[in-house]
């Protein structure tokens, strides 16, 4: 298993960091402990995280926000994907907005407030149904002809939105929800294997379900690692595109889950797992 991927040109390590855990609860608002954001943002760097997942919905903006504090100037090879097309009127409210002229705005924002000059992987975080799916993906394809976007990328996408926007632009990663327990982009994932793009499974650890599975369980008691440890080395093992992005607040579980970029599960224990 290679501890590479691709995304597009670049090269990051198999296991992400999900950054929207650092904003205040239910994602919305700031974190009570702000300088506690930017530790465990920071302490992701010195375990060798060079892929950082977040959104302008994630606070809203807030999460960029963080970002660009704690880590601006960035270190080299250091790659952030961030994403669009999702508004939050309140804090229970995900809503599609995909219209080209609020995606333009979206890429300028995210623009300014992680203090960059080119976004490395924008992503579309979610189809909106009011809006026809070519026209958002058009506006994306209209911010890297601007020179804004690197590279592009899907999320909470099916097959055929997939081949969809692979006529309009080049998409290099897809970000769907992907966990043991939910493996409903089974096809997706398969979809980004045969295309050799990025596949980043969200809710990895099931925002915590997972890690009560009782197949999980099952072989964390019987090796010398932990029910996420297990979730995420699975994962790894799943398929070589897959780029897991685990989100937590606390330092601890940090350097639980990144310690598990060098597990290795027995065939015995991945077939207990499947
Ligand atoms: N594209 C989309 O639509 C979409 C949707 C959701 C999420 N995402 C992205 O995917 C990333 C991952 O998703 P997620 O953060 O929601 O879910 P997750 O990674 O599956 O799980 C995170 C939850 O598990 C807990 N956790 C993490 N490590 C743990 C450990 N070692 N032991 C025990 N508990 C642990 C965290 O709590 P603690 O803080 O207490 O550790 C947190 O509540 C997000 O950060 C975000 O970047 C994308």
Same mark, same amino acid.
């Given at each position: 298993?290679?501890?590479?991927?691709?995304?597009?040109?670049? !090269?990051?390590? +198999?296991?992400?960091?999900?950054?929207?855990?650092? $904003?205040?609860?239910?994602?919305? #608002?700031?974190?009570?402990?702000?300088?506690?954001?930017?530790?465990?943002?920071? +302490?992701?760097?010195?375990?060798?995280?060079?892929?950082?997942?977040?959104?302008?919905?994630? #606070?809203?903006?807030?999460?960029?926000?963080?970002?660009?504090?704690?880590?601006?100037?960035?270190?080299? &090879?250091?790659?952030?994907? !961030?994403? #669009?097309?999702?508004?939050?009127?309140?804090?229970?409210?995900?809503?599609?907005?995909?219209?080209?002229?609020?995606?333009?705005?979206?890429?300028? &924002?995210?623009?300014?407030?992680?203090?960059?000059?080119?976004?490395?992987?924008?992503?579309?975080?979610?189809?909106?149904?009011?809006?026809?799916?070519?026209?958002?993906?058009?506006?994306?394809?209209? #911010?890297?002809?601007?020179?804004?976007?690197?590279?592009?990328?899907?999320?909470?996408?099916?097959?055929?939105?997939?081949?969809?926007?692979?006529?309009?632009?080049?998409?290099?990663?897809?970000?769907?929800?992907?966990?043991?327990?939910?493996?409903?982009?089974?096809?997706?994932?398969?979809? $980004?294997?045969?295309?050799?793009?990025?596949?980043?499974?969200?809710?990895?650890?099931?925002?915590?379900?997972?890690?009560?599975?009782?197949?999980? /369980?099952?072989?964390?008691?019987?090796?010398?690692?932990?029910?996420?440890?297990?979730?995420?080395?699975?994962? /790894?093992?799943?398929?070589?595109?897959?780029?897991?992005?685990?989100?937590?607040?606390?330092?601890?579980?940090?350097?639980?889950?990144?310690?598990?970029?060098?597990?290795?599960?027995?065939?015995?224990? /991945?077939?207990?797992?499947?």
């Amino acid at each position: 298993m290679s501890s590479n991927i691709r995304i597009g040109d670049l !090269t990051v390590n +198999r296991l992400g960091f999900g950054a929207m855990r650092v $904003c205040g609860p239910q994602v919305w #608002g700031p974190p009570k402990d702000r300088a506690g954001a930017h530790r465990v943002l920071r +302490r992701a760097i010195e375990l060798g995280v060079n892929f950082f997942d977040t959104a302008d919905s994630y #606070g809203p903006h807030i999460d960029e926000e963080l970002i660009a504090e704690a880590l601006h100037p960035y270190p080299g &090879g250091l790659v952030i994907g !961030t994403k #669009g097309g999702l508004l939050r009127p309140r804090p229970s409210a995900w809503e599609p907005d995909g219209r080209p002229a609020q995606l333009k705005s979206a890429i300028d &924002g995210s623009l300014k407030r992680l203090k960059l000059e080119r976004i490395d992987l924008y992503q579309l975080h979610a189809p909106d149904p009011k809006v026809p799916f070519a026209d958002s993906v058009g506006a994306l394809a209209d #911010g890297q002809r601007a020179g804004k976007i690197r590279h592009i990328g899907l999320s909470n996408v099916s097959v055929m939105q997939l081949e969809e926007a692979r006529d309009i632009v080049t998409v290099v990663s897809v970000q769907n929800k992907y966990n043991i327990g939910d493996r409903s982009s089974e096809e997706v994932l398969k979809a $980004c294997e045969r295309l050799e793009i990025a596949f980043l499974p969200w809710y990895p650890l099931g925002a915590g379900a997972v890690l009560r599975s009782k197949k999980i /369980l099952g072989v964390s008691g019987k090796i010398t690692a932990t029910p996420s440890q297990v979730s995420l080395a699975w994962l /790894l093992a799943k398929s070589p595109v897959m780029l897991p992005i685990p989100g937590t607040a606390s330092i601890a579980h940090l350097e639980e889950n990144i310690a598990a970029a060098t597990l290795k599960l027995s065939a015995e224990d /991945l077939a207990a797992l499947d």
